[in-house]
């Protein structure tokens, strides 16, 4: 394989290495492929290699592999960029839904602004009080395709995301599989900023599309605020969660963002280099 297609996307910050993969043209295994690619500075570098595949019950089927090469059930920021991509491609139509291991995802796409349709969110918990790094914390836990603990913050400049979201992440109370972390703080009814610690990434990153939607239904169950919820992730950039229904009864929840086309370009034998 010393030539494969491939294009590179960002989704509000969070970036990713896209590949058409639905002729199995692969002759590596996706774990070891998504490690050695996401690599920064001696590879394509990326927080996650994204396959699109074929799919009986849909247009395709996403899969997410993290830089650490294990595998994600869901993605939103790779899910609006995936959707791009099959609709760029002529894989899917503006409309469309895609298999995942979250389940079925809707998606729209109008140009470089993509809107999905999430999973159902569930197994939400709030006011849970764990030890982490000495001190006694509130966390509220939601799976929205994946799992997420939220800390509620008055200065998100003065957390240590890096180090209090890493022992969070492999508390026990979050054991077997972990969890991804998020650091919230409410501006106002409908606002809100965030910073992420991703699960599989092992660090900080500058958006966290399911940590987004974790953020404003948790906040939204806790009275704080009401749909629409934007929210400024660590790129700048403000996304947009719209729900019905309240916790822990969502419905209709809605994702949406823009979604920038980097680059597209061919691997070459080197990148895949141990």
Do not use: W
Request: contains cysteine.
């Amino acid at each position: 394989m010393d030539k494969l297609s491939f294009v590179k996307m960002s989704g509000s910050g969070n970036d990713f290495i896209m590949i058409d993969n639905r002729g199995g043209r692969l002759d590596i295994e996706p774990r070891t492929l998504a490690e050695r690619l996401c690599r920064r500075r001696i590879s394509v570098g990326a927080d996650g290699l994204i396959l699109v595949e074929p799919s009986a019950t849909a247009d395709f089927r996403m899969r997410i592999l993290n830089a650490d090469g294990s595998e994600a059930e869901m993605c939103g920021n790779g899910g609006r960029c995936v959707a791009r991509f099959a609709e760029m491609l002529g894989i899917a139509g503006s409309d469309m839904t895609f298999e995942t291991l979250a389940g079925l995802i809707r998606a729209q796409v109008d140009g470089s602004r993509v809107k999905l349709q999430t999973s159902q969110p569930r197994d939400i918990r709030l006011h849970r009080s764990i030890e982490a790094d000495g001190d006694l914390r509130e966390i509220h836990s939601i799976n929205t395709g994946v799992p997420h603990a939220v800390l509620l913050c008055e200065d998100l400049e003065a957390v240590a995301v890096r180090t209090l979201g890493r022992t969070i992440r492999f508390h026990p109370a979050f054991q077997p599989a972990g969890t991804n972390v998020d650091f919230v703080t409410v501006l106002n009814g409908h606002t809100l900023t965030i910073r992420t610690y991703e699960r599989g990434v092992e660090d900080e990153t500058l958006a966290c599309g399911t940590g987004t939607i974790a953020s404003a239904l948790v906040a939204a169950a806790l009275g704080l605020v009401s749909s629409p919820v934007q929210v400024r992730v660590r790129s700048g950039e403000i996304l947009t969660v719209s729900f019905t229904g309240n916790g822990p009864d969502y419905q209709e929840v809605f994702f949406e963002g823009q979604v920038r086309l980097v680059y597209q370009g061919e691997l070459m034998a080197d990148a895949l280099l141990d």
